[in-house]
């Protein structure tokens, strides 16, 4: 099984690319990665050098992947962090070859566009997410990209399941919304609407900054869906997982995850927080 990864990488630190594909391998999926930028470090550290990758660049490396048979077996296109708007048609055509040669590929969108009510991409990334949305059979917005993308409020657990279940849309009942950074009294949730229901895991925050928890937690889900189809257990796991790495990166004082010295919790979290079915 092997998953494409199209987000965003840095030479120190652990967010996008540089997550995400350490998590995936780490429970032994095949990953296949595409850079949209490549920074020094997270933004966060007060400073950062890079940028955006060329489209042309993009669109060679898609091709060529696809000339060498390639993306044949690719169960699932995932994409993160977008450095232009025009990386958008890149995504969508690596989606579209990677579903001719396999025509049951899965497209995973993280909608990476802001948090607690700020927009940190440009709007031409936010329009290019936006069109990308209709076409992805799994979602991952934060609280705040829930509201952007739905034009709902989303604050309380039942606004959150109320846009969860409008971004789901009309005719898609195999689609899934995970929705990440869900206030629910003292406990932070994270919620997944499908079609067999709305379900939520809820732990203790960790009140801490650790850039890269979401991309990390949406390669932690698919790993475990992808294998399983246990929507319930892949969503306990990866946040309990994520929860297990937040706290230690808490611990050891540092904004960057640690992922690596606490690779152990990726595939066997320490304490696993249930998922448990909301009424309807």
């Known amino acids: 099984m092997r998953v494409l990864s199209i987000q965003s990488s840095v030479a120190a630190g652990a967010v996008g690319n540089s997550a995400a594909v350490f998590c995936l391998q780490r429970l032994g999926v095949e990953t296949i990665r595409i850079d949209t930028v490549r920074f020094s470090n997270h933004p966060g550290h007060g400073g950062f050098t890079g940028g955006p990758a060329e489209v042309a660049e993009l669109s060679a490396l898609v091709e060529g992947l696809d000339a060498r048979g390639l993306l044949a077996g690719v169960r699932c296109v995932l994409s993160g962090y977008l450095g232009a708007g025009a990386h958008g048609s890149v995504v969508s055509d690596a989606l579209a070859r990677a579903r001719r040669a396999s025509p049951n590929c899965l497209y995973a969108l993280d909608p990476v566009m802001g948090d607690r009510g700020r927009v940190f991409v440009r709007p031409e990334v936010v329009d290019a997410i936006r069109a990308l949305a209709p076409s992805a059979d799994i979602l991952f917005p934060n609280t705040f990209e829930l509201g952007l993308l739905t034009g709902l409020p989303a604050g309380s657990l039942a606004e959150v399941r109320a ?96 992922l690596v010295a606490n690779q152990a919790a990726l595939v066997d979290p320490p304490a696993v927080a249930a998922a448990e079915r909301l009424a309807d």
């Open 163 to 258: 846009a969860a279940r409008a971004l789901r849309g009309a005719g898609r009942e195999d689609r899934i919304v995970v929705v990440t950074s869900v206030v629910d009294g003292r406990a932070l949730g994270t919620l997944a609407a499908s079609r067999d229901g709305d379900f939520i895991v809820r732990v203790v925050p960790v009140d801490h900054p650790a850039y890269g928890a979401g991309d990390s937690f949406a390669a932690l889900f698919l790993g475990r869906f992808l294998s399983t189809h246990d929507l319930p257990r892949a969503l306990s796991q990866a946040t309990s997982a994520v929860r297990a790495v937040v706290a230690a990166t808490a611990a050891a004082g540092s904004i960057d995850l640690a």
